[in-house]
DNA sequence: CGCCAACTTGAGTGCCGTCAAAGTTTGTGG
DNA sequence: CCACAAACTTTGACGGCACTCAAGTTGGCG
């Protein structure tokens, strides 16, 4: 296995208060892995092993409810602790989580979780704080589900996504992994169907572009428009 | 204001672990007060100046948008901390808590917080727990709004309130705190005509009994069945 | 006894899911 | 390099669930 580099980890939250022999010390204990994309990293109810970093890709964090259908609880960026289930007391994983695009993630034993919290500043707090935007994002995505109607959701996720992982493009903004319209739909509980006819109604007003499993916003604001009446 | 008694908090989990001197510390550093039904114990956004405990009661955790509208998304029974914005580093409370009956509850200024934490063995711990289980329910919230139609979900509605405040009376169990159609509606995000249909119809099928703000669940398993068709 | 909140019920309708079919892009193996 | 399959996408037709609008009834409280 190469040797990690250092600066890998300095400037993400959980790490970023620890001195460069400290970091050394936790990369000298992680394992490095790619996953292709559509893969499960882990999966709901299996022993919680191991915890991870994401290093760059981005994951879904998904249930699957008895009839096998998906739903897509949360997004995760590149930078975040996943499958932490020591830190809510839990020794097995309450969700499956699942490649969005090719990505990498660095994972450590679960058994080192309470060293970390014991004898690295800050770790525990920001871990705690991760967790607790999570649980905000998600009390937001119930409200959403609660009073909006699916064009409204639709928009919306579509803007968030593109603040979290745009990248500037020629006409606009391109949202930087392959996504579906099935993968938007499981996102905002509707069907395929209705997000197809959503975005080909979309790009008609030249609010959007999009290819297959790409798609570019061009104009951010009429969606903020849309996603508000 | 009258000495608080130690069985208050003596079998509760944040506390449980704690030797009685120890709660006693923590009983003499409390407020203790009494809430009418239908009052805001705190409010989204406001400064987290205090965490409580609540003792007896129910509480909505709500939230409100910008239209007015308001959505529960999760009930509290007695026995658990609430507004621990501190746990997840946040000075701001992070939703509203609205009493669903006349409820008691202990409080202290946020800034015990970090003592509890670091003086109180298991106290953390067992507060994390809470707010994994938190998690865990608002996600199984979204994957039931997402998945459901609307009388599955208010049947599965019912059975949780049933299981977690049930009362045993003469027909079958009761919710013990008064409950509007209103309320149900906010919980499952749909509308009192809907819930009041719902509820007619499993009346003369003799499966609840409901008069003005009280719900008997006269046949569970009929509803069980009917939240997993 | 009057008022108000809570509840009920009916009628109409529109959003969006289901069903169905065809088109397009990508990748793969011969 | 072409054929073909698989995955992804589009579009139309139809219908039902649950929302909105509206009106009225019931029950509790001052």
Redesign the interface.
Known sequence: MPRLDESLLTHLPPFSRLEKRQIRRILDQASSRRYDAGVAIFQEGHPAERFFMLLDGYVRVV?I?A?G?Q?T?LHIPPGQLIGIAR????DTY??TAMTASESLALSWPMHLWDNFVAEYDGFA??S??T??????E??N???E???QQVEQRVANALLRLVNQTGRKVENGIEIDFPITRQDLSELT?TTLHTVSRLLSGWEKQGLVESRRKRIVVRDPHALVVLS?K
């Open positions: 249930r409810t009839t259908e739903v609880a830190a809510i007391g839990r309450p969700a707090t920001e705690y704080k967790l607790g935007q999570r649980l905000g998600v009390q995505k119930i409200v589900m609660a009073t509980a508000q």
